[in-house]
């Protein structure tokens, strides 16, 4: 099985070298079976991860994970792979790294149903998974929730998620379904230690340390986050994890769209003020 896992990763990295135009390739997105279920997509600025099937438990989240990185080349194939010989290695420095901390939360710009005050996270992490469109500078996919209980109903989310190059955006459509008229749906982002924060009546950014320096210490910090379009209100919650959230009420099969952002203070945005202006003018 091993032998098979590593083939299968060669075959990945060798499909991103040598295939036709991928010398300009900015953008990718993969399932990784190699590395628990993982799902990872990327640009030429920014990287994250979503959890799979196979975490469950450790932990169960429907957040993203962020991976820094200096601006330009794609980083994720070359870190799984070496993570095959070092289950640590993409938690030090090769031009960026994972030091951002998710435990269960929305982490780096998910989205979860708001009742009371309180996220109700899904009872699973994302179970199937269906590439939409891909070319070198554009990528989209789907990610399936299958349905839990939110106060008293069963909901499920379809998460449509696109990636373009040369923007420290991507764009989200979720769909939640199920027997319900509305429901308030919060997307946000988990803080951990903030230094500076921006808040608009549609939109919210962060300015904060890295989050998990458990592996190798981190001075960089990380600007995280979110544009919601006709988002009803921003706020935060102090439930469980503290996140800075934008909410917005819609009904079963509707699509909210909003779009999540992150930075890394050694690449080209080296400060809140920068970072800030970025997400306040962002259209």
């Known amino acids: 099985m091993k032998q098979i896992i590593i083939a299968f990763a060669f075959v990945s990295l060798l499909v991103c070298s040598c295939g036709s135009g991928n010398s300009e390739k900015k ?4 399932y990784v079976p190699e590395r628990m279920d993982d799902f990872v997509w990327e640009n030429n600025l920014v990287c ?4 799979g099937e196979a975490l469950e438990g450790n932990p169960t989240s429907p957040g993203f994970d962020i991976w820094v990185k200096l601006p330009g ?3 994720a194939d070359e870190w799984y792979l070496g993570a095959m ?3 640590n290695y993409y938690h030090h420095n090769h031009g960026g790294k994972d030091c951002y901390k998710v435990s269960v939360s929305l ?3 998910a989205s979860a149903p708001l009742v009371d005050g309180e996220l109700i ?3 699973t992490n994302y179970r199937s998974w269906e590439m939409v469109s891909q070319s070198n500078d554009e990528v989209s996919f789907i990610l399936n929730y299958p349905a839990w209980e939110v106060a008293g109903k069963q909901v499920s989310l379809s998460k449509k998620i696109m990636v373009y190059a040369d923007k420290y955006f991507c764009k989200v459509e979720d769909t939640y379904s199920g027997d319900f008229e509305e429901l308030v749906i919060a997307a946000g982002i988990f803080t951990h230690e903030v230094e500076q924060e921006s808040v608009g009546s549609d939109r ?3 300015w904060e340390h890295a989050s998990d320096q458990s592996i190798e210490p981190e001075d960089g910090m990380l600007g995280v986050g979110i544009v919601c379009p006709g988002a009803e209100s921003v706020m935060k919650i102090e439930s469980g994890k503290p996140h800075l959230v934008a909410t917005k009420t819609i009904k079963s099969g509707e699509a909210l769209t909003y779009w999540f952002g992150s930075c890394w203070s050694k690449g080209d945005i080296k400060n809140a ?4 202006k970025l997400v306040n003018e962002f259209k």
């Open 107 to 109: 982490g780096g710009g």
């Open 121 to 123: 996270y899904p009872a």
């Open 27 to 30: 953008v990718m997105a993969r």
């Open 273 to 276: 003020a920068s970072w800030f």
């Open 85 to 87: 010989e070092d289950e």
């Open 204 to 206: 919210f950014a962060i």
């Open 48 to 51: 994250y991860r979503a959890y």
């Open 73 to 75: 080349k794609l980083v």
